[in-house]
């Protein structure tokens, strides 16, 4: 079997790497995810690298070089709730394959690669983000480990039930030596390349992001009894809130989501008197985000009001807009030229591991096309020729870093 037919056939293995049966769902810290990491580790050692799992629940594979400096090369391993098969995977299992062809050729280059499978990226689990590639930065913020989970479980237990230490997240932190930057390939998850019809692209910039957290508190009644105009409804309110948010983004390249609401108490007869949800917003200059999110939650304070309702906001996260540097993609894309492909630049509206990476050193990203560019849905789809290409612009990437 070739390399790139083994890159999409292992993506496709570890989707039975589950929480949910019928769905691709792999939290941080979660028995799936320890089952991603039987058969990555296994990619690994064939790879003919060293492989361990820090604290925090990354697995990271060493391939030795010649010479003292180190290139980290991945992406995460944790999934969206019924995801697809390649956002994340793909990266971590693309830059296995780089190293394979290394290892198979007995090339050792002057510089050392670390693969680096993240744990945490979509923060499914504990509405984090980056859990993994913060702790490899010295960026993970020890206030997280209070947070819990669905189920109650501290983000502390987790990780010691999955036989980290997380009071030594410390360690996790790069501390071996000069680094030439984190390159990450990754699916586009979105219109471009298939619009271009070019198999690779590569990234100039991450669009900023926050997140937050907003509960409505109204009273729960009976659903018989009460009469329309008597009614708090908290699931009322917070529709009309779903509403303005979609009317107030979609300008200026600004995109703003609410994609969990929970409704309390939950029952067909009763009033829902109490609903928490998400708020995620978008856009490649933050100073336009930062005024996007204000006006936004002043519509929620307004609607509030106007329906006689508690408001409760909490900041869940912000990243700021993270540029590539100009090194890593100037060698990105002669790496593309060099394989007799035209250049297209790209920004990211999805938010990577390389915005947490950006903390530590510098970072460039590789962009494989998607099919119709749909991603956080089971329909992902890479075709196995693109696969090809990504190996090989990451090899000639590797050559040409290494000359
Ligand atoms: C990660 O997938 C994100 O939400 O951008
Ligand atoms: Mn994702
Ligand atoms: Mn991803």
Redesign the pocket.
Known sequence: MTLPRIVIERCQYLARCTKEPDAITRPFASEAMRCAHDSVGEWMREAGMDVRRDNIGNLRGRFEGAGETTLMLGSHLDS?RDAGKY??PLGVIVAIAAVQRLHDAGKRLPFAIDVLAFAD??GLRFGSTYLGSRAVAGTFDPADLDRTDGDGITMRDAIRAFGGDPERIVDDRWQGGELLGYCEVHIE?GPVLEARNLPVGVVSAIAGQERHQLTFTGVAAHAGTTPIDKRRDALVAASVFVQAVEDYAGREGLVATVGQLSVKPGAANVIPGEVTLSLDVRHADDALRLIATRRLLDIAAEIAKHRRMGLKTNQMSEEATVLCSQRLVSRLSQAVRDIGLPVVELASG?GHDAVAMSALTEVGMLFVRCKGGV??NPAESVKTEDVAVAIDVLSRFLDLLAN
């Open positions: 969206v956002d994340g990226e979509e998850q999805a991603s956080h």
